[in-house]
Each structure stands twice: as structure tokens, then as C-alpha cells.
């Protein structure tokens, strides 16, 4: 039988012996235990090591940024602007300008719903952290990330309190830790009381108010102690956008924001539910705020521009009276509006201005344009544009002062100048006409004649004398008004026709005070007096009267003596009508911002129709009064006597 051996398994093989040479065979491993308690200690090393380096890192970044500071030591300093509040003639506000403060005020002298407002929607653990929220910060963080933007904020009053007071609006990660350096800072130097007093002083609450008292002032007309739950609602909803929830700007918004604060006031346990429904509805009746007219800010501009020529430069709070009529601005900005709505993109048109004032130069309307929001500039004011025949009035009355007179005749035919034969907007050529249907009609080549016989030097002075400041050149062309005027002074420069001869200064401003009450300036109606003779003013008056009459400004007639002149420039640029009755002096300008051409529009069209609308709304309660006229001729006996009386011998 044969013999069987059974192969052995590898691994029941004895290890070969160690020899020279050969790898030694590996150690056991050791036991599970001993390697975790190698990997635990090895990870406190690391973590060790890190927090190390982390609070080595932050404890040199923390005292560069502690190092680099603003000065606190201005803290009790409010630096700002100072104010300047801009009134109406009635006394109502039109504008604001600068930094307004109200008084400083303590807790004990503001209604106990003001704080709570301000707490249950700003930081309802205010009182209960040390200048940092990380609950409030942790809450904000998950809120955030559930609607997957941003709808809650982290910092505290006191972060809010040390950016406001002493950083900018900066979003960056070296302001927010110089703001929690700040806010740690200022939780050690006060009392929780104290941090709330000082937000409540210097907290910005829109319209250029800062501090409640201030902003209780500027929106209800009282003072912070004396303010209602639904206005300390209202002056808390502020402080999270002040523009957006501005009471003046939009009441719909005010009033859902309010709402919302009052309704944090019940969550938070300072307020019932039927208290927060009662002041709400009270808050309905009572947020008729007085606000100033986004058409006006124009106005308010070019008022603020003149101050220190008036009131000098100084850190003086101003309020400021001024020659406005809130009703006729209001009427004024409507016309605008409408004509530029209805027509503006069949005409090609764009912008409009309006100016109207007193005869004796105070401004009582002015509409610089379409939309103060979207151009600050004023084409009432600033706009350099040329006047067209809406300029020939100051061509006539240097040709009576020549010695014209309304009744001579002139020929309306061709002509020619040197190089330049000046046209007729018609085309067209009527002959022999008298000096005033030439005005009344608009006919170029009369207009040209009269400059010539009373001398282009001459006309330029008659215009400068009354009231036109812009630079002109002695050229021919200048009696169809090719050099630039701006409104504010053509419309300033008929406005001695109106009152019989004498020249006006327009002007904004009637009054001036400090904060005190003391009177720094007040209008004295100064002057430059008499600039027409008293019969050339009516006789200008009786030709310009002929113009609304029977002549190219027929559509601007009234229900009561009126005069005026249309204006169009080469290829429809630029369209006037300039007219006055006995009490009120306006001008309308119509075109485009690029000098683009209007699709047709004259004078005598849409600038007269604009001009009559407003008038007639605005002159409704005025008495009618004649226009200053000429004196009557002299009779035969009149002028035999004149003859007869001896004559005096000159001075």
C-alpha cells in the first residue's frame, strides 16, 4: 500500500529561523486600545496647538484693531451740518437742508412707549447682553438662512450706537470688529440706561434729523415727551431704512411699519393686543404730517445757493421764509406734468419749466423740470437757451426810445444785411404794416429793421437795463433772440412792463432767522427803480396785449387784460410764451435737455396753451385790474397850450 503525505499549510509552518540578512519578521500589533489613546492624544496636540495659534492670531489681530480706534473722546460732540429749514410764504415747510438736533432728552422725559418700541424691535435682549447677542446673532443667522437672504440683523442698539458714533457705513469684516470692540467698550463705560439715552439723541431718523426730539419736531410738530404710543411707533419703524419709512414721503409705508412695531410690542410683553389695535387706529386719523413738495426742491436749490450771500457762512441753524405760494406751485408742477404726459412723446418733447412771480420780482413759482428725482438740474435757473422772438420785446422798446412809435409803418419784405437775409417763419411777406402788428405778428424782418434804426447797442442795453444778466452780443441777429437766456431772467425782465416801469431783482428769500429768533436778513424791497419810461411801459403794453389779442399768442388769452410774447427757435429747439397780468408775471419754456429738436412746436402752441391753464386756474380770485397803459395823445389844445408855456431853463 502506498504511503500518503498530506501537504502541509503554509501557515502552520514554524518561522524560519533569523539569519544575517533577511528581513526581521513583523512585530504583533498592538492592541486596539493603545492606538486610540495615540490618535486622542496626538488630536489634543494638534487642537492644542491651534487654539494657540487662533488666540495668538486674534489677540494680535484684536490689539491692531484696538490700536486703530477712533478717538472717543468727542463722544458728548455732535459733529454736524448746520440746518437750514426753507418756509413758504403761509409759514408751511417747503424744504430742509443740513443736520437737524432737537434737545437732548433722559428716559424720564420721553413716554415709557418710545424706549419699548425701540427695544421690542431693535433688541429685545438689549438688557440682557454685554454689548454682543450671541442669542439675537444666532437667531438672526437661522432666520437668514430659512428665507435665504437677509431678513434679520445681528447687532445690537450698543453695535449700532458705536458705528453710528464713530464709524461709517463701511461693509467690511475690519469695521465689524472695530464695532464690537466699540460696543464692548462703551458697555463698560455706561450704564444699559445711559446707552439708550445717548441712541436715542444721536440715532439719524430721517429727513436730516437726528435724535428723537428732533425727529418728534420735524414730523408731529411736538416734542419727544409728548409724543403718542402710535408716533413712537411710527419714530421706531424709522430707524431701520429712515428714507423708506419717511412719514413725508410715504405714508402707506409709515403706517405698515408702525403697525409692525406695534405689533413687536405685544411679543414683547409691553403692550396689549387692544392698546396696539387703538393706537393703530388712532395713528390714521393722526399722520396728516406736514411734508415739503418733491416739485419744489428746485425752488428750495436755488434758495439754499444764495444763503451765505445773505446770512454769511457759520454753524448757525436758519429758517428760512421765502416768496413761495404753495397753491400756485402746486397748479404750476400739475400743467407741467399733464402737458408733458399728454403730449410730450407725440411732440418730441421732453422738459418743461414754469416761473412765475410778482411784479415786483418775488418768485412764487418754480418748476425746474419734469422730475426733481431724476435731474436736480434746473431749467428754470440754469438752462442757457435762446429766446427767440420771445426777445423782441426789448428790441421794440429800444426802438421807441429811438423815437418810434407803435402806429409807424415798415415794410415787410426781403432784406439783407451784410451775408445775412433774415427770413419770416411763414415765408411768406405782408407788405406794409405798422410797428405793432409787426410785434404782434412776430414778422422777423420788421423786428430786424427796428434794431436797426434804434442800433443794436442800444437794444442790448434796454435788455441788460431791465433785467437780463446773460452776456449778448451786438449782432444783427440778436433782434430774433439767437443769443441764450435762462427763464428765470426773461421772465424777470418783462415784469417792469407790468408795473409800469420799474426794475425787479427776482428773488427767493423774504426773511431770515437764527435759532434764536433774531432777524439776520429781511427783504426791504430794494430795487433798481425806474428802467421804462412810464409811456413807453404802456405802450409796450397795448402791442403786447395785441399779441394775445389777434397775434401769434392767441391761445394764451385770458378773461382779463393780458400781454405777453411767443418765442421758437431755429428747428423747434426751444419753445417760450412769456406773459403778465396786472398781478402775476410767468413764462413757460418747453424742449429737450440735448437740444434735440420738438416735432413742431411753436410759441404760440403748446408753451401759450401750458401758460393760459396755469394763469386762469391761478388768477380765479384775483381781482381784474387793467394793465398799465399809455397816456392819450394830445389834444389840439393840449399841445397849443404846450406851445404857449414858458420853458424852463435846464438844470
Do not use: C
Not at 492644542?48 to 463722544?75: E, H, K, Q, R
Not at 443736520?99 to 412707549?113: A, H, I, K, N, S
Not at 421804462?532 to 391761445?555: C, I, S, Y
Not at 411767443?566 to 408775471?585: E, K, M, N, P, S
Amino acid at each position: 500500500m502506498a504511503e500518503v503525505r498530506l501537504r502541509a499549510d503554509p501557515a502552520d509552518r514554524p518561522p524560519p529561523p533569523f539569519r544575517h540578512g533577511r528581513r526581521r519578521p513583523p512585530a504583533p500589533a498592538p492592541p486596539r486600545p493603545a492606538i486610540l489613546r495615540r490618535l486622542v492624544v496626538a488630536a489634543a496636540k494638534l487642537g492644542f496647538l491651534l487654539v494657540l495659534w487662533v488666540l495668538i492670531i486674534g489677540g494680535g489681530a484684536a490689539g491692531y484693531f484696538a490700536l486703530t480706534l477712533p478717538d472717543t473722546g468727542g463722544l458728548g460732540n455732535a459733529q454736524r451740518r448746520p440746518s437750514v429749514t426753507i418756509l413758504a410764504a403761509d409759514g408751511s415747510l417747503v424744504g430742509t437742508y443740513g443736520d437737524l438736533f432737537g434737545q437732548p432728552v433722559t428716559l424720564r422725559e420721553v413716554p415709557r412707549y418710545l424706549p419699548q418700541a425701540v427695544i421690542a424691535t431693535e433688541d429685545r435682549r438689549f438688557y440682557h447682553h454685554f454689548g454682543i447677542d450671541p442669542v439675537g446673532l444666532a437667531r438672526a443667522v437661522l432666520a437668514d438662512l430659512h428665507a435665504g437672504h437677509v431678513v434679520q440683523g445681528g447687532s445690537t442698539i450698543t453695535q449700532q450706537l458705536a458705528k453710528n458714533l464713530f464709524l461709517t457705513q463701511e461693509r467690511s469684516l475690519s469695521r465689524k470688529i472695530r464695532e464690537v470692540l466699540l460696543a464692548l467698550w462703551l458697555e463698560r463705560r455706561f450704564t444699559k440706561d445711559q446707552i439708550l439715552e445717548i441712541y436715542l439723541n444721536r440715532v439719524y431718523l430721517g429727513a436730516g434729523t437726528y435724535g428723537a426730539d428732533a425727529a418728534a419736531q420735524r414730523y408731529f410738530n411736538k416734542p419727544a415727551s409728548k409724543l403718542t404710543l402710535y408716533e413712537s411707533a411710527v419714530i421706531a419703524g424709522l430707524l431701520k431704512a429712515p428714507t423708506r419709512f419717511n412719514p413725508t414721503r410715504d405714508r402707506d409705508k409709515t403706517a405698515a411699519r408702525a403697525a409692525q412695531v406695534l405689533a413687536n410690542m405685544v411679543e414683547a410683553g409691553y403692550i396689549g393686543e387692544p392698546e396696539a389695535l387703538a393706537a393703530e387706529n388712532a395713528g390714521i386719523e393722526l399722520a396728516a404730517v406736514a411734508g415739503a413738495r418733491p416739485g419744489s426742491r428746485h425752488f428750495t436749490d436755488w434758495v439754499a445757493e444764495q444763503l451765505a450771500d445773505f446770512a454769511g457762512a457759520g454753524s448757525r441753524d436758519l429758517t428760512v421764509r421765502t416768496t413761495l405760494d404753495p397753491r400756485l406751485q402746486a397748479q404750476a408742477e400739475a400743467v407741467i406734468a399733464d402737458l408733458l404726459a399728454k403730449n410730450g412723446s407725440k411732440a418730441a418733447v421732453s422738459q418743461g419749466a414754469l416761473v412765475a412771480m410778482s411784479p415786483q420780482g418775488a418768485v412764487r413759482v418754480m418748476v425746474g423740470g419734469r422730475d426733481y428725482n431724476d435731474s436736480q438740474f434746473n431749467r428754470a435757473t440754469q438752462a442757457q437757451r435762446q429766446p427767440g422772438s420771445a426777445f423782441k420785446p426789448f428790441v421794440y422798446l429800444a426802438g421807441l426810445e429811438a423815437g418810434l412809435r407803435p402806429d409807424d409803418r415798415l415794410f415787410d419784405g426781403p432784406i439783407q444785411i451784410g451775408n445775412w437775409q433774415p427770413r419770416n417763419y411763414t415765408d411768406r411777406y405782408l407788405g406794409e404794416v405798422s410797428m405793432a402788428e409787426g410785434l404782434a405778428q412776430s414778422i422777423n424782418t420788421v423786428a430786424v429793421q427796428v434794431a436797426q434804426r434804434a442800433g443794436v447797442a442800444r437794444v442790448v442795453a434796454v435788455a441788460h437795463r431791465l433785467g437780463i444778466e446773460s452776456e449778448l452780443s451786438p449782432d444783427p441777429s440778436l433782434a430774433l433772440g439767437t443769443d441764450e437766456v435762462n427763464l428765470l431772467e426773461l421772465v424777470a425782465a418783462y415784469a417792469p412792463f407790468a408795473n409800469g416801469g420799474s426794475g425787479v431783482l427776482a428773488y427767493g428769500i423774504a426773511e431770515i432767522r437764527d435759532s434764536d429768533g433774531n432777524v439776520i436778513f429781511r427783504r426791504a424791497g430794494s430795487g433798481p427803480g425806474p428802467v421804462v419810461e412810464p409811456d413807453f411801459a404802456g405802450m409796450m403794453n397795448d402791442m403786447l396785449q395785441g399779441v394775445v389779442a389777434r397775434g401769434t399768442g392767441k391761445a394764451a388769452a385770458l378773461p382779463r387784460p393780458a400781454a405777453g410774447k411767443t418765442g421758437t427757435t431755429q428747428d423747434y429747439r426751444d419753445a417760450w410764451f412769456i406773459g403778465y397780468t396786472a398781478d402775476l408775471v410767468a413764462g413757460v419754456w418747453l424742449g429737450n435737455d440735448d437740444n434735440a429738436p420738438m416735432n413742431r412746436v411753436t410759441g404760440g402752441s403748446l408753451p401759450a396753451l401750458a401758460w393760459h391753464d396755469f394763469m386762469v386756474a391761478v388768477t380765479r380770485t384775483m381781482p381784474v385790474k387793467p394793465l398799465p397803459s399809455a397816456p392819450p395823445a394830445p389834444g389840439i389844445l393840449d399841445r397849443l397850450f404846450g406851445l404857449l408855456a414858458p420853458r424852463q431853463a435846464p438844470d
